[in-house]
Nanobody, 128 residues
Framework: VGQLVESGGGSVQTGGSLRISCRVS????????MAWFRQYPGREREGIAT???????NYSDSVKARFTISRNDAQNELYLQMGNLDDEDTGMYYC??????????????????????WGQGTQITVVS
């Protein structure tokens, strides 16, 4: 089981960009599915981006073409670069990892039940 710590959240203006990071320890970000989830108050977490060991990505329609998930294997960190932010991007963002190493060319799923370890979350607020 890994330990995950998100950082980089905060307030950003509509149309702006932001990158959040997830520092991972105890497991390798490069050998399994990794994901970013977003949660609105009172709602379940929504998987918005995944990154597999093969480099295959999977984005929700709500962030496709605006967000980019990536990782740095040497630093053992996961990132989410977000652009053209709007009000609907306001929420708590969590990084998550699968429990076991897994290599596949197929995209990782965006279901929360597929991920075992979670960070504490970082809040992003988009303001006009």
């Amino acid at each position: 089981v890994g330990q995950l710590v998100e950082s980089g959240g905060g307030s950003v203006q509509t149309g702006g960009s932001l990158r959040i990071s997830c520092r991972v320890s105890g497991i390798s970000v490069g050998d399994r599915c990794m994901a970013w989830f977003r949660q609105y108050p009172g709602r379940e977490r929504e998987g918005i981006a995944t990154l597999g060991a093969s480099g295959t990505t999977n984005y929700s329609d709500s962030v496709k073409a605006r967000f980019t998930i990536s990782r740095n294997d040497a630093q053992n960190e996961l990132y989410l670069q977000m652009g053209n932010l709007d009000d609907e991007d306001t929420g708590m963002y969590y990084c998550a990892t699968a429990s076991q190493p897994f290599y596949s060319v197929h995209p990782c799923v965006r279901l929360s039940t597929a991920y075992l370890s979670w960070g504490q979350g970082t809040q992003i607020t988009v303001v006009s």
